[in-house]
């Protein structure tokens, strides 16, 4: 079980690498969230169109805008 | 426009304020998002619960699990 | 309303398009704020030099060292 | 050196000290920059108001607004 | 598996609880790794000395120093 | 004297360059962390293979798993 509270179960939309970093996209329910992660990290967890996935976000990174 | 991708409308569930810490529970539909921000960003929105916000989150901060 | 509490208007001074990820140079009056973030937003925002935007961090994100 | 290319010389104009965190507000220019730190942190560097202090932000952590 | 790189098994050296946040010592080895998360998370995963754990940092948020 | 706790003394295992973005592996002890900072901080650290240099993590930026 992991801190982070934001854990959202989606699928992978997209996958975008590059030399370093890889976007990842993932759909959450009608929301679209975007990872940008390293491509070793991409290509380790084999990352593909229609992956079932979760999307984790530790809370200290969250904004409120109001 | 704010470059951060995840930009999530949904509505304020509860306000927890500590002496410098706030911690602030955004229901983004059937979602919780939790967010930790300072108490005084918490006044100076006057959060209070049932208020429309948005959850903001960076990508670079956004991991993916599989 | 952002919770953001450091919100620094500026100039931009540079941009460098990566495959995912993107550099940019914000004059703040005499400071220079690097900013990286994704290919794609810098493309949605539009960024040009000389372009007039904002830098936004969280203050969780902001070490201090004496 | 520091690879964090956000590095702010300025003076510390408050502290606020909670149980776990601790809110300090540096003054750099005429930009007043926030940080949140642990309170431990903010008592190993002894921080007190009028201290010549540098705000040091990784650049993955700025957003870009237009 | 998870996307951050980062993952080190260690034991919980000592929890402080704050309002909102938590700080939780973590002994890696011979480091010892600071984590500031949720009070909430700290009870949600009933974190206490002695506990088997892991610490886990996205790449994004390490810098070198040399 | 920097705030950020968490700061492990290590030797340069890898150096990947991308267009923005550089992935740098560092050795600490039998950990190894992974950074991932800009391409213009790895060359104006000039970093190597085999240099010593110092991991560095902010606490709130932490996570632990149980």
Do not use: C, H
């Not at 593909?48 to 109001?66: C, F, L, W, Y």
């Amino acid at each position: 079980m992991l801190s982070a509270r934001n854990q959202f179960p989606g699928v992978v939309k997209s996958v975008k690498l590059g030399n370093v970093m890889a976007e990842v996209v993932v759909e959450v329910g009608t929301l679209e969230v975007v990872s940008l992660i390293s491509r070793t990290s991409a290509e380790q967890l084999n990352l593909k169109v229609g992956d079932s996935v979760t999307a984790i976000i530790k809370s200290t990174e969250v904004m409120v805008a109001k």
